[in-house]
């Protein structure tokens, strides 16, 4: 008598492979969103030196580590003037004027200080812990820059128009927030609540109001 063979049954494998790949799908978790955001002042018009950043609403958080920057200093002006990075990022500081600089900050976020120097300084500085970092010369007081330390990898500057761009965030709800300094001490900030599905891109429009003043 010849002997049967018989072939495993694959039909509770495909059934279980094809839920997987639906909740997959239906989840977000296997796609990748995207998100135009429009900066714009109180008057209408293109918010500039502005940064903004999505933080993920529920804990979840991509892991991205950091990314050195660069702050210049040329004719007597830090260029940028304003930066946006991730915490636990390292900022290298070149000194390309033929004088002498001393930067510093005495912000809570980060306080430092670079002894008079040419060219670069030996080491980077880390900004580990998030916030806003005012930077200044000790011998020329008109140099000011700010460095926004933000705990989320998904951030940029606007360009000259108030817009960015993001690319492969993850499906999900996010807080869309925005920062922009002013004259003074001041700040303008916009903040707005999105949904992002897979594929897109979402839009979110942000006009960038006075800061509430924090009480003494």
Request: proline residues 7%; glycine residues 10%; positive net charge.
């Amino acid at each position: 008598m010849m002997a049967i063979r018989r072939t495993p049954k694959k039909r509770g494998l495909m059934v279980l492979v094809s839920t997987v790949g639906a909740w997959l799908l239906c989840t977000g978790a296997a796609g990748a969103a995207a998100l135009n955001v429009q900066l714009t002042d109180a008057a209408g018009g293109p918010a500039r030196d502005a940064v903004v950043y999505a933080e993920a609403i529920g804990g979840y958080k991509t892991a991205i580590a950091p990314k050195g920057a660069t702050i210049d200093q040329v004719k007597k002006e830090f260029v940028p003037r304003v930066s946006v990075i991730q915490a636990g990022s390292a900022v290298s500081f070149p000194n390309k004027d033929d004088i002498r600089h001393q930067v510093y900050s005495f912000s809570p976020a980060k306080t430092f200080e670079l002894k008079l120097y040419h060219g670069v300084p030996s080491r980077p500085v880390v900004f580990d812990k998030p916030g806003l970092v005012v930077l200044g010369c000790n011998i020329h007081d008109k140099m000011v820059a700010y460095v926004l330390v933000v705990d989320t990898p998904h951030f940029a500057k606007g360009d000259g128009q108030g817009r960015v761009h993001f690319e492969g965030l993850a499906p999900g709800e996010y807080e869309i927030r925005a920062w922009q300094p002013q004259s003074g001490g001041a700040s303008f900030t916009g903040t707005q609540r999105v949904q992002l599905f897979d594929g897109g891109p979402a839009a979110v429009k942000l006009e960038l109001k006075p800061a509430p003043v924090a009480a003494k």
